[in-house]
């Protein structure tokens, strides 16, 4: 089980495919490791076939770039179960302990892993410029819209 400090690399939230090639080209241009984050709980809005697929269409289009996908199930033990099953990498899940561990072991055993709490990001909603905001975010830590 992983708190948020051992990601690949630093988290973008994506709400879209736009977003995630977005990141992904940032991330190949500045030579980084990204964590593509979805959006806060997106287990009970977008669902976790929408974000696996979305994330894998974006590495089709920008094959060279080092990603996780991690995705928000927020404190959602059934949703986070959900998420595993359907083939997703990562997840947070943010639920007591118990249910935090029991999950962990089913990552784990599934070759997946759990954050048990959502990691600063930049999320790329309403940003004008996506990719650019992402490579600033990738390379200095600094962007609008950057959650800390």
């Given at each position: 089980?992983?708190?948020?400090g051992d990601l690949?690399?630093?988290?973008?939230?994506?709400?879209?495919?736009?977003?995630?090639?977005?990141?992904?080209?940032?991330?190949?241009?500045?030579?980084?490791?990204?964590?593509?984050?979805?959006?806060?709980?997106?287990?009970?809005?977008?669902?976790?076939?929408?974000?696996?697929?979305?994330?894998?269409?974006?590495?089709?289009?920008?094959?060279?770039?080092?990603?996780?996908?991690?995705?928000?199930?927020?404190?959602?033990?059934?949703?986070?179960?959900?998420?595993?099953?359907?083939?997703?990498?990562?997840?947070?899940?943010?639920?007591?302990?118990?249910?935090?561990?029991?999950?962990?072991?089913?990552?784990?055993?599934?070759?997946?892993?759990?954050?048990?709490?959502?990691?600063?990001?930049?999320?790329?909603?309403?940003?004008?410029?996506?990719?650019?905001?992402?490579?600033?975010?990738?390379?200095?830590?600094?962007?609008?819209?950057?959650?800390?």
């Amino acid at each position: 089980m992983s708190p948020s400090g051992d990601l690949p690399g630093p988290a973008i939230t994506v709400h879209w495919l736009e977003h995630a090639e977005a990141a992904l080209r940032a991330a190949a241009s500045a030579g980084r490791a990204v964590t593509l984050l979805s959006a806060p709980a997106a287990a009970f809005t977008v669902g976790p076939l929408y974000f696996r697929e979305m994330v894998a269409l974006a590495r089709t289009a920008v094959p060279g770039a080092a990603a996780l996908a991690l995705f928000d199930c927020g404190a959602a033990p059934g949703r986070a179960l959900e998420a595993l099953h359907s083939g997703l990498e990562a997840i947070v899940f943010e639920g007591p302990e118990p249910q935090r561990g029991r999950l962990a072991a089913i990552a784990a055993a599934g070759g997946a892993r759990l954050v048990k709490r959502r990691p600063p990001a930049l999320d790329l909603l309403d940003l004008e410029k996506p990719e650019e905001a992402a490579l600033g975010w990738l390379r200095d830590g600094t962007a609008p819209g950057a959650e800390r």
